[in-house]
């Protein structure tokens, strides 16, 4: 069974300043995803980023870029020019590859960034 | 325009109540899923359902049962409630792994706070 594994229960920045959130996970799986996504006070769950294990490059969306490490299980988000609007709990995910409905997320048990003024 | 759609937002209900959580998407996706938030805010997938076939079935309570009357809705029924039911239930839909693009990734509903009391 896969596992992600979030250590830091809580983090706080200062606006404009970047942060980094840590995520690692186990598989035996060769082909799987991993997910970043946001889950402001609104509750609604946002994707922000998500990356393919074949791919060496990692993933950039705007401000958001993440650090895939393969052979260390490792998967870190880093959040450029804080914004406020990034006060949310992130959740780190994995899938490994399916079909017919089998995609299944598996969760971190994520963590609280606030983004202070 | 509402992707994935769920109601009631809000449910409070008395233990040994039976009650429904309905969930809708124009998404034309092929699979829908439910998952369980608990109180600590981790998430955990319950359900997934492929073209109005169960799928996914994780060692829910067969109190909790699963209704998908064709591939844009998803209901979920709950049968003689209990205080530890009380958590935010998601509905997602996705196009599958199959389809995979760039803007891969579950799209949530907004989620339905269940308090039973």
């Known amino acids: 069974a896969q596992t992600v594994t979030q250590s830091q229960p809580e983090m706080s920045v200062q606006e404009a300043e970047t942060v980094t959130l840590s995520c690692t996970y186990d598989?035996?799986?060769?082909?799987?995803?991993l997910f970043w996504y946001k889950q402001p006070p609104s509750r609604q769950m946002i994707l922000v980023i998500r990356?393919?294990?074949?791919?060496?490059q990692n993933a950039t969306e705007n401000r958001f870029s993440v650090n895939f490490q393969k052979a260390a299980k490792s998967f870190s988000l880093k959040i450029s020019d804080s914004q406020l609007g990034d006060t949310a709990m992130y959740f780190c995910a994995f899938m490994k590859h399916a079909q017919g409905g089998s995609e299944k997320l598996v969760f971190g048990k994520g963590m609280k960034l606030t983004v202070n003024p | 325009d509402t992707a994935v759609s769920q109601t009631p937002k809000y449910l409070v209900t008395q233990m040994g109540n039976d009650k429904s959580i309905k969930c809708e998407q124009n998404?034309?996706?092929?699979?829908m899923y439910w998952y369980k938030q608990d109180s600590k805010k981790f998430l955990k997938i319950m359900f997934s359902y492929n073209n109005k076939e169960l799928i996914i079935n994780e060692t829910v309570p067969n109190r909790f049962s699963p209704k998908s009357p064709d591939k844009a809705h998803l209901n979920l029924h709950i049968n003689s409630l209990e205080l530890g039911d009380s958590a935010v239930y998601f509905c997602a839909s996705s196009q599958g792994l199959r389809r995979l693009g760039p803007n891969y990734g579950y799209t949530f509903g907004s989620g339905t706070r269940l308090t039973v009391v």
């Open positions: 990356q393919e294990a074949y791919k060496q």
């Open positions: 598989t035996s799986e060769s082909n799987y995803y």
């Open positions: 998404l034309g996706h092929d699979t």
